[in-house]
């Protein structure tokens, strides 16, 4: 069975860093053809597809923060993570972890639909 459970989520002040982890079971990110992506979604917004990675190790980020967030992998501990630099208020959300065998949709229902597998989000609040 695929799991996927993120963690590293919490409360910052603008201009603060957080890094959320993506810890996958039932599969191997080194040796399975997963895309993986981050999504988030903020009170009364849809859901957002903000960085993918995928299975040939290629990545991408929405506009919005580009030169701030960094997807990466560390293959040992088979986990995702999203490095979240220079946070501002508009980046409140909750974050989830999603992975496809196939390309990452980038409208999907967070949490839900969309994607094979999702997490069940972590919160990022930041203030000014």
């Known amino acids: 069975e695929v799991q996927l459970v993120e963690s590293g989520g919490g409360s910052v002040q603008a201009g603060g860093s957080l890094r959320l982890s993506c810890t996958a079971s039932?599969?191997?990110?080194?040796?399975?053809?997963?895309?993986m992506a981050w999504y988030r979604q903020a009170p009364g917004n849809e859901c957002e597809l903000v960085s993918t990675l995928s299975s040939d190790g290629n990545t991408d980020y929405v506009d919005s923060v580009k030169g701030r967030f960094t997807i990466s992998q560390d293959n040992a501990k088979n986990t995702v993570y999203l490095q979240l630099n220079s946070l501002k208020p508009e980046d409140s959300a909750v974050y989830y972890c999603?992975?496809?065998?196939?390309?990452?949709?980038?409208?999907?229902?967070?949490?839900?639909?969309?994607?094979?597998?999702w997490g069940k989000g972590t919160l990022v609040t930041v203030s000014s």
């Open positions: 039932g599969f191997t990110l080194n040796d399975d053809e997963f895309d």
């Open positions: 999603a992975a496809d065998l196939g390309p990452v949709v980038p409208q999907a229902k967070c949490g839900s639909y969309g994607m094979d597998y």
